[in-house]
Protein backbone atom coordinates (compact mmCIF):
# COMPACT_ATOMS: atom_id res chain seq x y z
CA UNK A 1 0.00 0.00 0.00
CA UNK A 2 2.70 2.16 0.74
CA UNK A 3 4.22 1.84 -2.30
CA UNK A 4 1.26 3.29 -4.32
CA UNK A 5 0.74 6.16 -2.26
CA UNK A 6 4.86 7.53 -3.09
CA UNK A 7 4.90 6.20 -6.71
CA UNK A 8 1.56 8.05 -7.73
CA UNK A 9 2.18 11.50 -6.56
CA UNK A 10 5.72 12.07 -8.52
CA UNK A 11 4.24 10.79 -11.87
CA UNK A 12 1.94 13.65 -11.39
CA UNK A 13 4.02 16.38 -10.59
CA UNK A 14 6.06 16.34 -13.45
CA UNK A 15 2.87 16.90 -15.35
CA UNK A 16 2.24 20.11 -13.46
CA UNK A 17 6.08 21.15 -13.84
CA UNK A 18 6.03 21.14 -17.57
CA UNK A 19 3.23 23.68 -17.66
CA UNK A 20 3.67 26.05 -14.95
CA UNK A 21 7.41 26.15 -14.60
CA UNK A 22 9.46 25.21 -17.26
CA UNK A 23 12.43 26.57 -16.07
CA UNK A 24 13.26 23.96 -12.94
CA UNK A 25 12.86 21.32 -15.18
CA UNK A 26 16.14 19.96 -14.71
CA UNK A 27 15.90 20.20 -10.82
CA UNK A 28 12.69 18.18 -10.52
CA UNK A 29 14.38 15.58 -12.62
CA UNK A 30 16.58 15.40 -10.42
CA UNK A 31 14.07 15.06 -7.33
CA UNK A 32 12.19 12.46 -9.37
CA UNK A 33 15.20 10.14 -10.02
CA UNK A 34 16.10 10.38 -6.45
CA UNK A 35 12.45 9.42 -5.39
CA UNK A 36 11.79 6.49 -8.03
CA UNK A 37 15.55 5.27 -6.32
CA UNK A 38 14.46 5.80 -3.38
CA UNK A 39 10.95 3.94 -3.64
CA UNK A 40 13.03 0.95 -5.35
CA UNK A 41 14.68 0.50 -2.27
CA UNK A 42 11.95 0.27 -0.07
CA UNK A 43 10.03 -1.72 -2.71
CA UNK A 44 13.15 -4.14 -2.42
CA UNK A 45 13.79 -3.94 0.94
CA UNK A 46 10.15 -4.91 1.57
CA UNK A 47 10.68 -7.99 -1.01
CA UNK A 48 14.13 -8.81 0.72
CA UNK A 49 12.47 -8.77 4.37
CA UNK A 50 9.52 -10.95 3.05
CA UNK A 51 11.64 -13.61 1.45
CA UNK A 52 14.00 -14.00 4.32
CA UNK A 53 11.71 -13.32 7.41
CA UNK A 54 8.27 -14.46 5.68
CA UNK A 55 7.77 -17.00 8.10
CA UNK A 56 7.57 -15.36 11.22
CA UNK A 57 5.05 -13.28 9.54
CA UNK A 58 2.71 -16.28 8.58
CA UNK A 59 3.32 -17.61 12.34
CA UNK A 60 2.29 -14.18 13.70
CA UNK A 61 -0.87 -14.37 11.55
CA UNK A 62 -1.27 -17.68 13.06
CA UNK A 63 -0.67 -17.10 16.52
CA UNK A 64 1.81 -20.16 16.51
CA UNK A 65 4.64 -17.85 18.16
CA UNK A 66 2.38 -15.15 20.09
CA UNK A 67 5.00 -15.93 23.05
CA UNK A 68 7.54 -14.22 21.56
CA UNK A 69 7.71 -11.38 19.16
CA UNK A 70 4.49 -10.33 18.15
CA UNK A 71 4.14 -6.31 19.88
CA UNK A 72 0.22 -6.38 19.58
CA UNK A 73 -0.78 -9.11 21.56
CA UNK A 74 1.90 -7.31 24.11
CA UNK A 75 -0.32 -4.35 23.74
CA UNK A 76 -3.41 -5.73 24.41
CA UNK A 77 -1.98 -7.29 27.91
CA UNK A 78 -1.42 -3.51 29.10
CA UNK A 79 -5.24 -3.08 30.00
CA UNK A 80 -5.37 -6.04 32.31
CA UNK A 81 -2.34 -4.86 34.40
CA UNK A 82 -4.09 -1.79 35.69
CA UNK A 83 -7.02 -4.33 37.17
CA UNK A 84 -3.83 -5.51 39.45
CA UNK A 85 -3.25 -2.30 40.36
CA UNK A 86 -6.07 -1.83 42.54
CA UNK A 87 -5.17 -5.24 44.22
CA UNK A 88 -2.44 -3.28 45.67
CA UNK A 89 -4.34 -0.67 48.29
CA UNK A 90 -5.36 -4.46 49.91
CA UNK A 91 -1.58 -5.52 50.55
CA UNK A 92 -1.39 -2.39 53.17
CA UNK A 93 -3.41 -4.49 55.71
CA UNK A 94 -0.51 -6.41 56.07
CA UNK A 95 0.53 -3.93 59.05
CA UNK A 96 -2.72 -5.36 60.66
CA UNK A 97 -1.17 -7.84 62.18
CA UNK A 98 0.85 -6.48 64.99
CA UNK A 99 0.67 -9.98 66.85
CA UNK A 100 3.99 -8.71 67.94
CA UNK A 101 2.95 -7.17 71.47
CA UNK A 102 1.34 -10.76 72.19
CA UNK A 103 5.29 -12.39 71.69
CA UNK A 104 5.58 -10.20 74.99
CA UNK A 105 4.08 -13.04 77.27
CA UNK A 106 6.90 -15.38 76.85
CA UNK A 107 8.28 -13.76 79.94
CA UNK A 108 8.18 -17.54 81.56
CA UNK A 109 11.86 -16.19 83.04
CA UNK A 110 10.64 -15.06 86.57
CA UNK A 111 9.66 -18.67 87.17
CA UNK A 112 13.21 -19.13 87.75
CA UNK A 113 13.51 -17.21 91.05
CA UNK A 114 11.92 -20.37 92.86
CA UNK A 115 15.31 -21.27 93.73
CA UNK A 116 16.22 -19.20 96.22
CA UNK A 117 13.27 -20.23 97.80
CA UNK A 118 14.11 -23.84 98.58
CA UNK A 119 17.19 -23.13 100.73
CA UNK A 120 14.58 -21.29 103.08
CA UNK A 121 12.21 -23.99 104.57
CA UNK A 122 16.29 -25.98 105.50
CA UNK A 123 16.72 -23.39 108.37
CA UNK A 124 14.42 -24.89 111.55
CA UNK A 125 12.44 -22.03 113.08
CA UNK A 126 12.31 -22.49 116.96
CA UNK A 127 9.14 -21.56 118.74
CA UNK A 128 10.58 -19.68 121.40
CA UNK A 129 7.30 -18.46 122.56
CA UNK A 130 5.87 -22.08 123.33
CA UNK A 131 5.21 -22.85 126.59
CA UNK A 132 7.54 -25.80 126.48
CA UNK A 133 10.63 -23.86 125.20
CA UNK A 134 10.37 -21.38 128.34
CA UNK A 135 14.48 -20.72 129.60
CA UNK A 136 14.48 -20.91 133.06
CA UNK A 137 17.79 -19.65 134.87
CA UNK A 138 19.58 -17.67 137.19
CA UNK A 139 19.16 -15.03 134.82
CA UNK A 140 15.84 -15.75 133.56
CA UNK A 141 13.81 -16.34 136.72
CA UNK A 142 10.11 -17.66 135.60
CA UNK A 143 7.12 -14.88 136.44
CA UNK A 144 5.49 -14.52 139.52
CA UNK A 145 2.03 -15.02 137.67
CA UNK A 146 3.62 -18.65 136.18
CA UNK A 147 1.10 -20.92 136.76
CA UNK A 148 0.21 -24.96 135.07
CA UNK A 149 -1.52 -27.97 136.21
CA UNK A 150 0.43 -30.64 137.81
CA UNK A 151 -0.05 -34.01 137.35
CA UNK A 152 1.20 -36.79 140.18
CA UNK A 153 3.66 -39.22 138.18
CA UNK A 154 4.05 -41.92 141.44
CA UNK A 155 3.21 -42.46 144.77
CA UNK A 156 5.56 -40.13 146.54
CA UNK A 157 3.85 -37.28 145.71
CA UNK A 158 5.62 -36.17 142.79
CA UNK A 159 4.43 -34.30 140.15
CA UNK A 160 4.94 -32.63 136.89
CA UNK A 161 2.95 -30.17 134.38
CA UNK A 162 -0.11 -32.43 133.09
CA UNK A 163 1.39 -31.51 129.75
CA UNK A 164 4.36 -33.18 129.59
CA UNK A 165 3.24 -36.30 131.91
CA UNK A 166 2.01 -38.54 128.85
CA UNK A 167 5.70 -38.54 127.28
CA UNK A 168 6.95 -38.82 130.64
CA UNK A 169 4.92 -41.87 131.50
CA UNK A 170 6.12 -43.41 127.79
CA UNK A 171 9.55 -43.25 128.15
CA UNK A 172 9.42 -44.49 131.68
CA UNK A 173 7.32 -47.13 130.60
CA UNK A 174 9.77 -47.87 127.62
CA UNK A 175 12.59 -47.96 129.56
CA UNK A 176 11.11 -50.36 132.16
CA UNK A 177 10.01 -53.12 129.73
CA UNK A 178 14.26 -53.45 128.70
CA UNK A 179 14.43 -54.44 132.11
CA UNK A 180 15.41 -50.99 133.58
CA UNK A 181 14.34 -49.81 137.23
CA UNK A 182 13.70 -46.08 137.31
CA UNK A 183 12.83 -43.67 140.13
CA UNK A 184 12.39 -39.82 140.71
CA UNK A 185 14.54 -38.09 143.09
CA UNK A 186 12.97 -34.71 142.06
CA UNK A 187 10.08 -33.11 139.94
CA UNK A 188 8.00 -30.04 140.01
CA UNK A 189 9.12 -28.00 143.38
CA UNK A 190 7.01 -25.50 144.67
CA UNK A 191 8.24 -21.80 144.96
CA UNK A 192 7.93 -21.76 148.60
CA UNK A 193 9.30 -24.95 148.83
CA UNK A 194 12.35 -23.61 146.63
CA UNK A 195 12.39 -20.76 149.03
CA UNK A 196 12.62 -22.81 151.87
CA UNK A 197 15.41 -25.13 150.46
CA UNK A 198 17.24 -21.48 149.06
CA UNK A 199 17.04 -20.45 152.72
CA UNK A 200 18.64 -23.28 154.18
CA UNK A 201 21.41 -23.50 151.77
CA UNK A 202 20.17 -26.86 150.78
CA UNK A 203 20.43 -25.53 147.27
CA UNK A 204 21.55 -22.44 145.30
CA UNK A 205 19.16 -22.04 143.13
CA UNK A 206 17.19 -18.60 144.44
CA UNK A 207 13.16 -19.09 144.03
CA UNK A 208 12.13 -19.08 140.59
CA UNK A 209 15.25 -19.86 138.97
CA UNK A 210 15.17 -23.72 139.54
CA UNK A 211 13.18 -25.48 135.84
CA UNK A 212 11.77 -27.66 139.04
CA UNK A 213 9.80 -24.82 139.50
CA UNK A 214 8.43 -25.07 135.92
CA UNK A 215 6.97 -28.57 136.54
CA UNK A 216 8.70 -29.06 132.82
CA UNK A 217 11.67 -31.02 134.71
CA UNK A 218 12.68 -34.12 136.35
CA UNK A 219 15.59 -35.89 138.23
CA UNK A 220 15.65 -39.63 137.42
CA UNK A 221 17.47 -41.97 139.27
CA UNK A 222 17.63 -45.56 139.53
CA UNK A 223 16.38 -47.70 142.10
CA UNK A 224 19.26 -50.60 141.96
CA UNK A 225 22.19 -48.13 143.39
CA UNK A 226 24.19 -44.97 142.07
CA UNK A 227 22.78 -43.50 138.85
CA UNK A 228 25.72 -42.41 137.43
CA UNK A 229 27.16 -44.80 135.36
CA UNK A 230 24.30 -46.82 135.73
CA UNK A 231 22.29 -48.83 132.65
CA UNK A 232 19.31 -46.50 133.49
CA UNK A 233 21.61 -43.36 132.86
CA UNK A 234 23.32 -44.65 129.73
CA UNK A 235 19.25 -45.62 128.01
CA UNK A 236 18.31 -41.72 128.95
CA UNK A 237 21.36 -40.63 126.76
CA UNK A 238 20.46 -42.52 123.61
CA UNK A 239 16.57 -42.78 123.96
CA UNK A 240 15.16 -39.64 126.65
CA UNK A 241 14.86 -37.21 123.19
CA UNK A 242 12.63 -38.87 121.48
CA UNK A 243 10.11 -38.45 124.27
CA UNK A 244 10.68 -35.15 124.39
CA UNK A 245 13.77 -34.61 127.10
CA UNK A 246 17.29 -33.26 126.98
CA UNK A 247 20.08 -33.34 129.55
CA UNK A 248 19.69 -30.03 130.19
CA UNK A 249 22.67 -29.47 131.94
CA UNK A 250 25.86 -30.91 130.44
CA UNK A 251 29.53 -31.15 131.70
CA UNK A 252 31.09 -28.55 128.55
CA UNK A 253 28.05 -26.40 129.17
CA UNK A 254 28.34 -25.28 133.32
CA UNK A 255 30.03 -21.83 132.25
CA UNK A 256 26.79 -21.06 130.07
CA UNK A 257 24.28 -22.94 131.90
CA UNK A 258 25.57 -21.62 135.17
CA UNK A 259 25.01 -25.14 136.88
CA UNK A 260 27.11 -27.92 137.70
CA UNK A 261 26.87 -31.12 135.79
CA UNK A 262 23.83 -33.04 136.40
CA UNK A 263 23.03 -36.00 134.94
CA UNK A 264 19.67 -36.82 136.07
CA UNK A 265 18.25 -33.83 135.28
CA UNK A 266 16.38 -33.64 132.08
CA UNK A 267 14.07 -31.20 130.59
CA UNK A 268 11.24 -31.26 128.79
CA UNK A 269 11.15 -29.25 125.35
CA UNK A 270 9.09 -31.15 123.18
CA UNK A 271 10.05 -34.53 120.73
CA UNK A 272 10.84 -32.27 117.78
CA UNK A 273 13.08 -29.88 119.27
CA UNK A 274 14.77 -32.02 121.62
CA UNK A 275 15.80 -33.72 118.73
CA UNK A 276 17.17 -30.83 117.06
CA UNK A 277 19.39 -30.23 120.32
CA UNK A 278 20.73 -33.27 121.08
CA UNK A 279 21.99 -32.86 116.60
CA UNK A 280 23.33 -29.75 117.51
CA UNK A 281 25.26 -30.69 120.48
CA UNK A 282 24.06 -26.91 121.92
CA UNK A 283 23.08 -26.49 125.32
CA UNK A 284 19.29 -24.98 126.07
CA UNK A 285 20.91 -21.46 126.20
CA UNK A 286 22.89 -21.99 123.09
CA UNK A 287 20.07 -23.20 121.07
CA UNK A 288 18.06 -20.38 121.81
CA UNK A 289 20.26 -17.67 121.12
CA UNK A 290 20.47 -18.65 117.34
ZN1 LIG B 1 17.24 -31.19 138.78
Known sequence: MSN???????????????IRQPKHRGRK??????????AVLVIGAGVFAYINFGDYFEFDK???????????????????????????????????EPEVPEEPEVPEIPEEPEI???????????????????????????????????????DMGHSVDSRIAADLSAMISA????????????????????????????????????????????DIGCATGNFVGSPEEAWLLEHAHEYGFILRYPSDKVDITGFEHEPWHFRYVGKEQAALIKESGLCFEEYLAQ
Request: aromatic share 8%.
Open 175 to 218: GESEGLDFVFYTAFRTIEKQKEFFEAGTTDAAPGTSEHNSGLAI
Open 116 to 154: PVEPVPEEPSIPKDEWFMILVNRENPLPEDYSFEPALID
Open 4 to 18: GTRIDPEEREPRAIK
Open 62 to 96: FGKTAEESSSSESEAEIPEEPESVPEIPEEPEVPE
Open 29 to 38: IVFSVLAVLS
